[in-house]
């Protein structure tokens, strides 16, 4: 059977929700949430706590600590090495979840280096490393424009897909 990832397909505003439906079982139409952060090391937790919220309403808790710990490692970078506000979005569509962070810099991130061997234990400077080796796929796009505060800035992503 051919599955698709258009919500027009399952969707019907005037349908309830089945008598059947809990919060445990996943959403199959897609859904996005943005959660606008200050540039305070306080905020890498609470989008910890509210992404977990997220996927357990959503039916996705297995995918909780991989999610926890990759946006973890994305918003710390924001909120350490940025001056300005910072934005967690999540998006979830066809078994993928996408999780991007905003900052107001410009600057690409820098890529993960293979580890020296007297840098193994060190508590910096492995954030991107961990995304990359837990995540399905990361990458970065630089955003240009007066839309956004400050003008300019880029999201760094990561994906992570939901187990067949």
Not at 39 to 47: F, G, P, Q, W
Not at 94 to 118: F, K, M, N, Q, S
């Amino acid at each position: 059977m051919n599955e698709s990832c258009d919500p027009g397909d399952d969707f019907d505003e005037t349908r309830t929700a089945p008598s059947s439906w809990s919060p445990r079982t996943p959403s199959r139409a897609p859904w996005q949430y943005t959660l606008h952060i200050p540039n305070d090391l306080r905020a890498v937790t609470v989008c910890r706590h509210t992404l977990g919220l997220i996927l357990a309403a959503h039916g996705l808790p297995h995918l909780a600590d991989s999610a926890e710990l990759v946006a973890t490692e994305l918003v710390a970078n924001a909120v350490t090495h940025t001056k300005g506000p910072a934005a967690l979005r999540l998006h979830w569509s066809c078994g993928i979840l996408r999780i991007e962070v905003w900052d107001a810099d410009p600057t690409p991130p820098e890529p993960p280096a293979p580890p020296a061997r007297d840098l193994v234990l060190a508590e910096a400077g492995r954030g991107l490393a961990l995304v990359k080796g837990c995540a399905d796929g990361w990458g970065w796009y630089h955003l240009g424009g007066a839309h956004l505060p400050g003008g300019e800035g880029k999201f760094v992503w990561c994906e992570l897909a939901e187990a067949a």
